[in-house]
């Protein structure tokens, strides 16, 4: 999604716009620009594509400014392309704009405006910004701003420069992330905290419908009715190392290889004394005894730990719990009550989907607990509960650890429900928990064979379709192996439960189509033997991921078997996720694709 980059300070504002625009890359984009106030003029500079072709426009045409803002676009409105870049400039020059959101009104703005004499270059709902600020805009930015947001609908991160306000800018949001980094003599405005890490670890977090005024030395933050509002400190305590590199080729690889850390961050401080305290959640027995469901609601893969969260929690906590997209969810009308409980999964915390998903079941009563792992993210912040994972800055668009820590997380809640509800007992509890706490050497057991899954891959990157097949816990962990492959391969594949394939599906199959089939579940073992012998009886490969235990006789029946250390099948699939993680790594290298920016995608995706 779009990304947001701010200055004002003593520096030249360009070098540092670049430099945080090029640590928001990883949200996915198709076009860049930058605005600064040089001596009262607002220079524009844009274009379509990478940040190194603006870079290349910015040698041509040097801007010395020291306030300025800048954007990487992700197109909603209007094709990539220079004219629709952002910023975008009002009528008269007089005000710049870069936007991360949809202004859903902005058509009849748009009217309103023309009726005005206001002309438009592009087709972009941000252009409605620019003009609409200038139309109110008689001496005081802020006002202006205030007023315009007054009249927007929809969602928006919004950095406003003005050219007669040569020593301050404004931002404003609502429903997309925007913080505010607060320097020495300096200040930032950023859609995420990697921008600014490099300048300063205090952060304000706007709330929403917060407008801010920026000036070098102070920032002012009011609420939508032009209170003063006084901001708590944030302090990031991560490094800029976290958000780099750190010799891998790739971030996805980078972040399989922390799998087993932040696995074993998420689970180690939530026991104590072999105990397991959930203390951030405040759900005593009476809460529970009262629930008669869980919802469960995500997006992407975040859903897809919510699909196992499901299984485990009616399998230990004997409540039923139905698992929703969260786009769906919120347009189903779902019948919520306070009876109900919703689990709310995600990453960056900042989904906007998932975030109304939310919204919608509060309205309903429900209580809400979230698994996020952004501290202080807009779906943290409006939860009743919530339980950390941490998986420290995930900057690859295909997530991976942040999937492993979450279904962590998500078995110690169906742990921490099933105790109190009495479903299952202390005993029962400690020798899962010593199941999961094999968890972490298991994944560092899986990433010593990844040579193996490159060669599996250099054989068969060449797949037009590939199926995954699986049973229970399994079937979950297919759709997620089929969906990092889709997303960041381009080769389309399909997730089936196995059972589910002969009643239609298996009609695709024929010789040589590659069918990976997860295997964990020790019960339902037998079943997917079968399913694989049904597949191969029509000329499939197969790929099995199974238990070390299972490889002699499974090598029997499958082409290629993946094995994971030995572990208890109900919480297998938090380590048998990496190696369909590395397969669809290799098969994105093996076609020579762009495996932490894949094409269309954004990290977060912060509109409807
Ligand atoms: O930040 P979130 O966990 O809420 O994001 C949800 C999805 O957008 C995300 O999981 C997406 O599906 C990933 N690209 C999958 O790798």
């Known amino acids: 999604m779009c990304g947001i980059v701010g200055y004002i300070g003593n520096k030249k504002a360009i070098p540092v716009l670049i430099n945080g625009l090029s640590k928001l890359e990883y949200r996915g984009y198709d ?19 990478r940040l190194s072709c603006l870079e290349d426009r910015l040698e041509a045409e040097k801007l010395e400014g020291c306030m300025g803002i800048g954007h990487t676009r992700w197109a909603t409105h209007g094709e990539p392309n220079d004219v629709n870049s952002h910023p975008h400039i009002s009528q008269s020059g007089e005000i710049a704009v870069v936007h991360n959101g949809i202004i859903e009104n902005y058509m009849q703005i748009k009217e309103f405006l023309a009726g005005q004499g206001y002309t438009f270059q592009s087709e972009t709902d941000t252009e409605v910004i620019a003009h609409l600020v200038e139309y109110y805009y008689e001496g005081s930015l802020v006002d202006a701003v205030m007023k315009v947001i007054d009249e927007i609908e929809g969602s928006y991160a919004l950095g406003v420069l003005c ?24 200040n930032f405005i950023a859609s995420d905290i990697p921008a600014i890490l490099e300048y300063t670890r205090n952060i304000y977090i706007l709330e929403d419908k917060e407008v801010a005024i920026l000036k070098r ?84 893969t975040a859903y897809h730990a919510g ?44 989904t906007l989907d998932t975030l109304f998903a939310l919204r919608e079941a509060r309205k309903g009563g429900s209580r809400i607990l979230s698994i996020v792992n952004v501290v202080g993210s807009s779906i ?80 068969h990157f060449n797949s037009k379709s590939i199926f995954f097949i699986g049973r229970s816990l399994d079937y979950a962990l297919s ?59 029509r000329g499939a490969v197969v790929l099995a991921i199974t238990q070390e235990k299972h490889r002699e006789e499974l090598e029997k029946t499958a082409d290629m ?16 996720v990496t190696p369909l993680q590395l397969f669809a790594y290799y098969m994105a290298i093996e076609r020579g694709c762009d495996v932490d920016k894949p094409r269309n995608l954004a990290k977060s995706v912060t509109v409807e």
């Open 163 to 186: 050219r007669d306000e040569q020593d301050m800018f404004v931002c404003a949001r609502k429903d997309s992330p925007l913080i505010i980094g607060l320097g020495e003599g300096e």
């Open 217 to 300: 030395d102070s920032v002012q933050v009011f609420n939508s009715l032009g209170a003063p509002v006084k901001k708590e400190v944030f302090k990031v305590d991560w490094n800029v190392e976290a958000a780099e590199k750190g010799g891998f080729e790739h971030f996805m690889m980078k972040e399989m290889y922390e799998e087993p850390k932040v696995v074993r961050d998420t689970i180690n401080p939530r026991i104590q004394n072999g105990e397991l305290v959930l203390d951030s959640i405040n759900i005593t027995k009476e809460d529970i005894d009262k629930l008669d469901k869980i919802y469960i609601v995500a997006c992407g």
């Open 561 to 576: 078997v993946l094995t994971i250390p030995d572990v208890d099948s109900l919480v297998a699939p938090i380590s048998a």
């Open 380 to 459: 943290a912040r409006d939860s009743d509960d919530v339980l950390y994972t941490w998986a420290g800055p995930e900057i690859a668009v295909a997530s991976t650890k942040a999937y492993n820590t979450q279904l962590a997380a998500l078995y110690l809640v169906a742990l921490d429900l099933g105790l109190k509800k009495g479903t299952i007992t202390k005993e029962q509890v400690n020798s899962i928990l010593d199941e999961i706490k094999k968890i972490p050497s298991g994944i560092e057991e899986i990433l010593k064979y990844k040579d193996g899954i490159q060669k599996f891959a250099h054989a």
């Open 31 to 49: 076009s860049a620009g930058v605005s600064v106030n040089e001596n009262g003029v607002l220079k524009v500079i844009k274009c379509k594509g």
């Open 479 to 537: 759709m997620e192996g089929s969906l990092k492959l889709k997303e960041i391969s381009y080769i389309h594949s399909e997730a089936y439960a196995g059972g589910e394939l002969k009643h239609g599906t298996i009609a695709l199959i024929e010789k040589g189509t590659l069918v990976v089939c997860p295997m964990t579940q020790d019960c339902l073992f037998e079943k997917m033997v079968s399913n694989i012998r049904e597949v191969k009886a």
């Open 307 to 350: 699909v196992i969260g499901k299984y485990i929690i009616e399998r230990l906590c004997r409540i039923p719990v139905e698992v929703d997209v969260a786009s769906e969810f919120r347009y189903r009308d779902p019948l919520i009550s306070e009876r109900n409980m919703t689990i709310i999964i995600s990453q960056s915390g900042e």
